[in-house]
């Protein structure tokens, strides 16, 4: 003969022998293909862009510690917390010395003198040379004569 189980005297064994705090398991189930969590490094750069300010300033003040970016929660609700708590606007980066002026515009007046007796000596072949085809975009054609002034003319 079977011997029923007495529920009520299992749930009461389980409940004197359970520890006295239980702590969750805070390991969020992933779905396949879900998108994986941010890292450290990226969620604090993040979180940097919303306030405004760098990742370094944000650890060295103290406003984001190891256990938070162990943590790393919403980045929109670490915000508002940090903002929440006396938020002050960071200093402004250090002044960037100025960048050099790009250099003037170049044009035939301020070439090299080889390189003006090169193109005048290929624009005078090619303009009165009936075999020589420059103008034309994709297929130009030279002679001897041209391909060597045009080669000079690119060299130079």
Known sequence: MRQRLNLPAVAA?????????????????????APQPLDGARWLE?????LGCSPEWLTSTGRITADDLAERGSIAAAAR????????????????????EPPAHTSAATRPAAWLAARDAYHGHIMGCPRCRAFLPRDAYHCPTG??????YDNA
Not at 16 to 27: F, L
Not at 46 to 50: D, F, G, K, Q
Not at 81 to 100: F, H
Not at 147 to 152: D, H
Request: avoid cysteine; charge should be positive; charged fraction near 15%.
């Open 13 to 33: 064994y389980l409940r004197s022998t359970a520890p006295a705090v239980v702590v969750a398991d805070r390991t969020p189930l992933r779905r396949p293909g």
């Open 46 to 50: 993040l979180l940097a862009a919303v």
């Open 81 to 100: 917390l940090i903002r929440s708590y006396g938020w002050e606007n960071p200093p402004p980066p250090p002044a960037r010395p100025p960048t050099p």
């Open 147 to 152: 391909a060597s002034l045009r080669l000079a």
